[in-house]
């Protein structure tokens, strides 16, 4: 069983940034990829970036690219997500979820609220 948890949401006017964090504890051993999702109110949740355990494989959704990025501390077990030029539509909780080798997410986080003012 793996555990996440999500911090470092907050209230950011936009063209700011912030940083989010997940931890990740219990059997990290069977993470393949860790994911970070999003979901607005009244949206269904989409995805936003992910990163491989190993750290060498990162992807973005097309409407973060260039602003996010995603990176690992081996020491910590915990995966950043660096968000730059925050948009209004950025407003969202913020998940993060762990996948094990060919399957699907199945750990997630609590999620943690980020508030981007316009």
């Known amino acids: 069983q793996v555990q996440l948890v999500e911090s470092g949401g907050g209230l950011v006017q936009a063209g700011g940034s912030l940083r989010l964090s997940c931890a990740a504890t219990?059997?990290?051993?069977?993470?393949?990829?860790i994911g970070w999702f999003r979901q607005a109110p009244g949206k269904e949740r989409e995805f936003v970036s992910s990163?491989?355990?190993?750290?060498?494989?990162?992807e973005y959704a097309e409407a973060v690219k260039g602003r996010f990025t995603i990176s690992r501390d081996n020491a910590k077990n915990t995966v950043y997500l660096q968000m730059n030029s925050l948009k209004f539509d950025d407003t969202a909780v913020y998940y993060c979820?762990?996948?094990?080798?060919?399957?699907?997410?199945?750990?997630w986080g609590q999620g943690t609220q980020v508030t981007v003012s316009s």
């Open positions: 219990g059997r990290t051993s069977s993470i393949s990829r």
């Open positions: 979820a762990a996948r094990p080798v060919l399957k699907a997410y199945d750990s």
């Open positions: 990163i491989t355990w190993s750290g060498t494989i990162t």
